[in-house]
């Protein structure tokens, strides 16, 4: 069983920094259990979207178009966690940002089994 746990939302205000941090526990990176980890997010009234994922065997990143230069997502090994880095942030960055594991190095959302509880993250103008 995989335990995935985000933290560090807030509100912050347009062009400020904010680092997210995804807690993982359970089997979730194990040699025989590898899973890929990626960030989604979901503003009112929208669906969750894609925006950053990481290739848990070759620590490859990708990200959505709407983020790329602007937020990081990176791992630390030693205390299986995983953050997402967001600068210069946007009023439209506004929304519940969730971290997901899947076994495919993917953004298609359909395709990560485990899922946290979501943070908030609320940027304003």
């Known amino acids: 069983q995989v335990q995935l746990v985000e933290s560090g939302g807030g509100l912050v205000q347009a062009g400020d920094s904010l680092r997210l941090s995804c807690a993982t526990s359970?089997?979730?990176?194990?040699?025989?259990?590898?899973?890929?980890v990626g960030w989604f997010r979901q503003a009112p009234g929208k669906a969750r979207e894609f925006v950053a994922g990481?290739?848990?065997?070759?620590?490859?990143?990708y990200y959505a178009g709407s983020v790329k230069g602007r937020f990081a997502i990176s791992r630390d090994n030693a205390n299986d966690m995983v953050y997402l880095q967001m600068n210069g942030l946007k009023p439209e960055d506004t929304a519940v940002y969730y971290c997901?594991?899947?076994?495919?190095?993917?953004?298609?959302?359909?395709?990560?089994?485990?899922w946290g509880q979501g943070t908030q993250v609320t940027v304003s103008s």
């Open positions: 997901a594991a899947s076994r495919t190095r993917t953004s298609d959302l359909r395709q990560y089994k485990y």
């Open positions: 990481l290739g848990w065997i070759t620590s490859s990143t």
């Open positions: 359970g089997r979730t990176f194990s040699i025989n259990n590898i899973y890929n």
